[in-house]
């Protein structure tokens, strides 16, 4: 088993940033990729971004490609989402989440899922 906790959200105006981190405990860290969901009121939970076990391959939602930057520390086991020129539209629930698949699209392929951290952009 794996379990997971976010931390960094809150509010923050339009195009500022904030940092997400993840920490895990249990389960072998580096044999899993892992990603950043987020799902907005009344919408479904979608992929931000991806990276795999290497910490090398990573995959970017269209909507934060060039803004958010995924990264991972295999020996401290944390996974963190730099998230940067935030948008009012980037307001949601953050949840991180681990598996053992590659490539990660949709949340069928995640095993583990933390709480979840709200993130608010405000305009």
């Known amino acids: 088993q794996v379990q997971l906790v976010e931390s960094g959200g809150g509010l923050v105006q339009a195009g500022g940033s904030l940092r997400l981190s993840c920490a895990a405990s249990?389960?072998?860290?580096?044999?899993?990729?892992m990603a950043w969901f987020r799902q907005a009121a009344g919408k479904e939970r979608d992929v931000v971004a991806a990276?795999?076990?290497?910490?090398?391959?990573?995959y970017y939602a269209d909507s934060v490609k060039g803004r958010f930057t995924i990264s991972r520390d295999n020996p401290k086991k944390m996974v963190y989402l730099q998230m940067n020129s935030l948008k009012p539209e980037d307001t949601a629930v953050y949840y991180c989440?681990?598996?053992?698949?590659?490539?990660?699209?949709?949340?069928?392929?995640?095993?583990?899922w933390g709480q979840g951290t709200q993130v608010t952009v405000s305009s």
């Open positions: 990276i795999k076990w290497n910490g090398v391959d990573t």
């Open positions: 989440a681990a598996g053992p698949k590659w490539p990660v699209r949709d949340v069928k392929d995640l095993n583990y």
């Open positions: 249990g389960g072998i860290f580096s044999g899993y990729a």
